[in-house]
């Protein structure tokens, strides 16, 4: 089955600063790549996706690029405020005609922005 | 628009006992699925549906039964608790009926805790 690596499990930056997680998996088939951000006592939320037919995709200060060769993906996070400390993860999927299917998720990144 | 809810928030068991954490959504939505989340492995699949009459079986299925009698619920029964299933429970739907791709949106979670 799919295996989503993640790093780093904690990274802290200086707010304005740049954050870069990255993911790596196993499964050449997969062709969907969520991030999930989860802050402190709610669950996960979509905060950008990508599928296999792209190399990049942006909304405002978040970005996410693709590379299906490495089979690796990462998030990088621009202009860093205090809101974005949480907890992010990536996941990745065979999206089939059901959907969002099976999700395999990383083990989780806790992102802290110092003031 | 409630999205995904989950009851309850909190459950503290006993060894032995059985129960059932609920999960409801009403975006008409025919992937559901429950991910039980632990410190340091992410996410990780226990059950999931595609449709109403319709589970299968995730990463981590063992202790854990489901059923889905209707598009909107898909509740976990944990057959005789062990303080291994002591864990955050996420419930999570995708995919409208009508056939269109969405994201996957989670519930607020369960904390259980077994004793």
């Known amino acids: 089955g799919e295996n989503v690596e993640q790093h780093p499990s904690t990274l802290s930056v200086q707010e304005g600063d740049s954050a870069v997680i990255k993911c790596t998996y196993s499964?050449?088939?997969?062709?969907?790549f969520p991030w999930y951000k989860q802050e402190l006592g709610k669950g996960p939320q979509l905060i950008i996706d990508i599928r296999s037919n792209v190399g990049e995709k942006k909304d405002q200060r978040i970005a996410v690029t693709l590379n299906k060769t490495a089979k690796h993906f990462s998030l990088h996070i621009t202009e860093t405020q205090p809101e974005d400390s949480a907890v992010y993860f990536c996941a990745a999927s065979i999206q089939s005609n059901f959907g969002n299917e099976k999700l395999t998720f990383g083990t989780g990144t806790r992102l802290t922005i110092i003031p | 628009n409630a999205g995904v809810t989950q009851t309850p928030k909190f459950q503290v068991l006993k060894t032995g006992q059985s129960m059932t954490l609920q999960c409801a959504q009403d975006m008409n939505h025919e992937y559901m699925s429950w991910y039980r989340q632990d410190p340091g492995m992410g996410l990780r699949l226990i059950h999931y549906?595609?449709?109403?009459?319709?589970?299968d079986q995730g990463e981590v299925p063992n202790g854990y039964n489901v059923s889905r009698s209707t598009t909107e619920d898909f509740p976990l029964r944990l057959l005789s608790a062990a303080p291994s299933q002591t864990s955050v429970y996420f419930c999570?739907?995708?995919?409208?009926?009508?056939?269109?791709?969405?994201?996957?949106?989670f519930g607020q979670g369960t904390r259980l805790t077994v004793v």
């Open positions: 549906s595609v449709g109403a009459g319709i589970t």
């Open positions: 499964d050449s088939a997969s062709n969907y």
């Open positions: 999570a739907s995708s995919f409208e009926g009508t056939g269109t791709y969405t994201e996957a949106f």
